[in-house]
């Protein structure tokens, strides 16, 4: 998970992705990037850290130009820990491209080998991103054969990507002199939308980033969709792959995206409160309302969904633990014992501070938990759930019943 964004205006945009990367903070922690271009030159910073640590005044001044692309990253793929995998990544040829990439690929490892034993170009790192950007470069190389370059040109280079890679993957990249360009899988997996605000075109990977500067959002990318901004603002779209129907990752409902967005037509938060409306019904073919006190809130993008189950089963919501929101989103920070050690919330024991004391002590519980992918939920509900139930334990608490949010988002 990423957050990536992409502008072409009329005035300098430097600030205005800044703007839109502290508004995407939220989909990564570990690294942030902006390139910018003038004339045909790019100008680029990027570094390990959050947005408003990574760029200083000194860097901003350095970033000219009227168009531009930036990310916030949480590596899934390649080395977290590596500066070097920060993006932007950036080739040479064939025009000079930059690139910003959401997603993962599942055959990033083959196609390593690929590009360097029959398109004869290297790869430096770990991170599939710069295999994409690779691919993506030797595809539009074939595409325009040196020719001036025109949209169809660049949607035959994106079909010929989407006919070699797999997995998920929303991308905006920057062809120097030329344009804007942007396209998703072919499921859509990853989100993508378009805005605009007079002769500025934003595309970003959640709404709330376009809405925040602004913009007025217009609509998704479609999965398997092209588009293509030239450096006038005039924006050229292009299905480049069949249809193989919408299937979103149900984690951006559940956990990533903000609630205050609306992806592919669905509202975060709206798709969170149903959540709570189908678990409570599983609550209740399960557990009678009257053995519930409490119903607690586990992370805290949970909220929606535990308070939509505590109205429906009649039973009081309470925040039962406290987690110190300072240090950012625990769940994408690098490592487990990074994560385990800054980020474990701690339970409510001093009850004089919150109403109603008995909220734990003494009472039983019934905690709404996310429901996660396999590999997300087996550390979920091992060291994580096992720690806070033993938390909730030793607060006085002498049952607890843990449900997880599974519903379908519409």
Request: hydrophobic residues 40%.
């Amino acid at each position: 998970m990423c957050g990536i964004v992409g502008v072409v205006g009329d005035a300098p945009v430097n600030q205005l992705i800044y703007d839109a990367l502290l508004l995407l903070q939220h989909r990564g922690q570990d690294a942030a990037g902006i390139v910018t271009q003038q004339g045909r030159k790019f100008f680029m910073h990027k570094a390990k850290g959050m947005v408003r640590d990574v760029f200083r005044t000194r860097n901003m001044r350095a970033l000219p130009g009227n168009c531009g692309l930036g990310q916030v990253r949480y590596p899934t793929a390649g080395n977290a820990f590596s500066e070097e995998e920060a993006q932007p990544f950036y080739v040479n040829a064939p025009f000079g491209l930059v690139m910003v990439h959401n997603g993962n690929l599942t055959n990033a490892k083959a196609l390593k080998q690929e590009l360097f034993q029959t398109d004869h170009r290297h790869i430096n790192t770990e991170s599939d991103s710069e295999v994409l950007l690779n691919v993506l470069a030797h595809e539009l190389e074939k595409s325009t054969r040196g020719a001036e370059l025109r949209p169809e040109d660049v949607f035959a280079a994106v079909r010929g990507v989407h006919a070699r890679i797999k997995g998920s993957y929303a991308v905006i990249a920057l062809i120097a002199g030329h344009g804007l360009l942007a396209f998703r899988d072919p499921f859509g997996i990853r989100p993508l939308c378009l805005g605009r605000q007079g002769a500025s075109v934003m595309l970003a990977s959640e709404s709330v980033s376009l809405e925040g500067n602004g913009f007025v959002f217009e609509r998704d990318i479609a999965p398997g969709e092209a588009v293509f901004v030239d450096l006038q603002g005039q924006v050229h779209r292009e299905a480049c792959a069949p249809a193989r129907g919408h299937h979103p990752c149900i984690f951006e409902y559940v956990y990533l995206a903000r609630p205050d967005s609306v992806l592919d037509g669905i509202s975060v938060y709206q798709a969170r409160l149903n959540m709570g409306v189908t678990l409570a019904k599983r609550v209740v073919s399960a557990v009678p309302p009257n053995e519930i006190d409490v119903v607690i809130p586990i992370p805290e993008s949970s909220r929606p969904s535990a308070m939509e189950l505590a109205q429906l089963i009649g039973r009081p919501y309470r925040e039962g633990f406290v987690k110190n929101r300072y240090v950012g989103r625990t769940f994408i920070m690098p490592g487990q014992a990074v994560r385990k050690k800054i980020g474990a919330p701690k339970a409510q024991r001093h009850w004089q501070r919150i109403p109603r004391s008995q909220c734990v002590a003494g009472g039983r519980l019934h905690r709404a938990w996310h429901h996660q992918p396999r590999n997300c939920a087996n550390g979920a509900r091992g060291r994580c759930a096992q720690g806070l139930l033993g938390q909730c334990r030793a607060a006085g608490a002498f049952s607890q019943r843990l449900r997880h949010r599974h519903a379908h988002a519409r």
